[in-house]
C-alpha cells in the first residue's frame, strides 16, 4: 500500500506560482509512476501532468505544457508540481496519484490516490 498526502495549495494571483508536494509513505515512490490530476467545480477530473517511474519520461496536458514541471524527490519520497504563469482557468482541486505501471497516463491506471489540495488562481 502507498499513502499519498497532497500540500502547498492555496490561493494566488494570476501570474503567480504554486509547488504542490505530494509525499509518500508505505513504499517507495522512485517505484511507482506520478500522476497529478484536476477537478474543477462542474466538471471531470482531468489529467495534468506525469512521470514514469522507468526512465522518468514526463507527460503534460496542453493546457500546462510550457508552465507546469513535475519533478520528484526520491530521497524524501515526495514528487511535486510545480505550477508556474498561472490562469485563472488552473483554479481547481489537484490530486497526487501513484501507479505500478511504467506507463500511466489515464486516471483508472492509477491505483493509489491523495486526498487532493485546493488551488485557486484570482484574476
Known amino acids: 500500500q502507498v499513502q499519498l498526502v497532497e500540500s502547498g495549495g492555496g490561493l494566488v494571483q494570476a501570474g503567480g506560482s504554486l509547488r504542490l508536494s505530494c509525499a509518500a509513505s508505505?513504499?517507495?515512490?522512485?517505484?511507482?509512476?506520478m500522476g497529478w490530476f484536476r477537478q474543477a467545480p462542474g466538471k471531470e477530473r482531468e489529467f495534468v501532468a506525469a512521470?514514469?517511474?522507468?526512465?522518468?519520461?514526463?507527460y503534460f496536458a496542453d493546457s500546462v505544457k510550457g508552465r507546469f514541471t513535475i519533478p520528484r524527490d526520491n530521497a524524501k519520497n515526495t514528487g511535486y508540481l510545480q505550477m508556474n504563469s498561472l490562469k485563472p482557468e488552473d483554479t481547481a482541486v489537484y490530486y497526487c496519484?501513484?501507479?505500478?505501471?511504467?506507463?500511466?497516463?489515464?486516471?483508472?491506471?492509477?491505483?493509489?490516490w491523495g486526498q487532493g489540495t485546493q488551488v485557486t488562481v484570482s484574476s
Open positions: 512521470i514514469m517511474w522507468i526512465g522518468g519520461s514526463t
Open positions: 496519484a501513484g501507479s505500478g505501471r511504467t506507463r500511466a497516463l489515464l486516471q483508472y491506471e492509477y491505483r493509489y
Open positions: 508505505g513504499r517507495t515512490l522512485s517505484r511507482y509512476s
